[in-house]
């Protein structure tokens, strides 16, 4: 068993899409980034990067290399999780920490986008949001979001030869 955190921040600006685990989210702001700026994806990515010992999101895609410009997050985290492909992911848990728009309405839309870009069972994928309740510097004045993931996967190697069901 493998266990990765992952944490990212963007500021939030005009004439950009607010895009939270592959959902666009109506809001007049959205992320800054080189890429969508999803911060749900990013910290996903980072901490199935970092249970596998595999770097970071910059250490594959890096913002100073234009391939990136722009493209969506859910086309990193495919990326992702082809280099990862030996792995089962057995359960991701997300926090969004954002203090407008309020989130719980496209919770669900969100869990879903992750459970099939992931490919696993929705009941093993968990989002939560917060608001920093005016703390926190630009994410308490509502000028940023941060999104932290913990991500819980396994060597299907391993699994197979002892005969173990991830699913279980």
């Known amino acids: 068993m493998r ?38 994806i990013h910290a996903i990515i ?19 290399d234009p391939q990136w410009k722009d493209i969506s997050s859910l086309e990193l985290l495919a990326k992702t999780l082809e280099l990862l492909k030996r792995y089962v992911i057995l359960h991701i848990d997300c926090t969004i920490i954002l203090e407008k728009p309020k989130l719980q309405q496209y919770i669900s839309t969100i869990r879903v986008s992750l459970s ?9 994928i968990s989002v939560k949001a917060k608001t920093a309740e005016g703390l926190l510097g630009e ?30």
């Open 139 to 168: 994410v308490g004045e509502g000028t940023a979001v941060i999104a932290q993931a913990s991500v819980l996967m396994d060597d299907s190697e391993e699994t197979d030869t002892i005969g173990i069901d991830p699913w279980l």
């Open 116 to 124: 099939e870009a992931c490919q696993i069972p929705l009941e093993h």
């Open 46 to 64: 980072d901490a199935l990067l970092g249970a596998a010992s595999q770097g970071d999101i910059g250490t594959h895609f890096p913002s100073s």
């Open 3 to 40: 266990i990765g955190t992952g944490w990212d921040i963007h500021r939030l600006v005009k004439d950009r899409a607010l895009v939270l685990g592959g959902v666009t989210i109506p809001h007049q702001l959205g992320e800054s980034g080189h890429s969508d700026g999803d911060v749900v």
